[in-house]
């Protein structure tokens, strides 16, 4: 089956720790995106990637890294420098050549800094 | 990037058809109309996309007046499970393909028996 995968689902960290959440998708999908959603809240894009090797900010980078060296995978570290990094990280993808606006989504990881 | 606004919440009871309208007084002329549903703890999914008139799908209606200023996302006879949050998106495929997408809030419907 094509699909994103996330994992894992649940993650707990000590405060001051780095913590990296998988996304892999088999999709063959060009863009990849990460978002972040607190509870009651939208969604918010932290960083997306068109292609392999190339990767953007999106509107709350701050305290994320992420690296794109292939197109199955789009893996997001949160860092210690994220303030409050408690809630539910999203991965999306997207095929470029569509003309619309759907993106496929896994099925999140929630992490909770203890 | 066109802001949308749309309910906070709204109810609704089983078999009912529920009409969910969003604004967007800036849309611009590239821009789509899409819609997601998002259940708790899930990843939203596409539900449906119009540019203008009336698209329909198997699981949804969206309404488009000429001025495209809003939209309306229809869902016939609604069932427990449609108790989700709805969001309304407008955006464009920019030069290169990159897709950017703007989630507010959305709605948030909830089906009663």
């Known amino acids: 089956d094509g699909g994103i995968t996330q994992s894992p689902k649940y993650l707990f960290r000590k405060e001051g720790q780095n913590v990296t959440l998988s996304c892999e998708q088999n999709?063959?999908?060009?863009?990849m995106y990460w978002y972040r959603q607190d509870p009651g809240q939208g969604l918010r894009l932290i960083y997306y990637?068109?292609?392999?090797?190339?990767?953007q900010k999106g509107d709350i980078a701050e305290g994320y890294s992420v690296s794109r060296e292939k197109k199955e995978s789009f893996p997001l570290t949160v860092t210690s420098a994220q303030k409050n990094p408690t809630a539910f990280y999203l991965c999306?993808?997207?095929?470029?050549?569509?003309?619309?606006?759907?993106?496929?989504f896994g099925p999140g990881t929630r992490l909770t800094v203890l | 990037l066109a802001k949308t606004t749309q309910p906070i919440s709204m109810d609704s009871y089983e078999g009912q058809e529920v009409n969910i309208t969003c604004s967007h007084n800036n849309i611009a002329t590239n821009d789509y109309i899409t819609w997601y549903q998002q259940f708790p703890s899930q990843g939203p999914r596409f539900i449906i996309q119009?540019?203008?008139t009336k698209v329909t799908n198997e699981v949804a209606s969206l309404f488009i007046p000429a001025d495209r200023k809003s939209s309306t996302l229809s869902l016939p006879r609604v069932s427990l499970s449609d108790t989700a949050v709805y969001y309304c998106l407008v955006g464009d495929r920019l030069s290169g393909g990159y897709n950017k997408l703007i989630f507010g809030a959305g709605t948030r419907l909830a089906v009663h028996p």
């Open positions: 999709l063959n999908h060009d863009a």
């Open positions: 990637s068109q292609i392999v090797n190339d990767f």
């Open positions: 999306a993808s997207r095929a470029n050549y569509r003309a619309d606006n759907e993106q496929f």
């Open positions: 119009g540019y203008k």
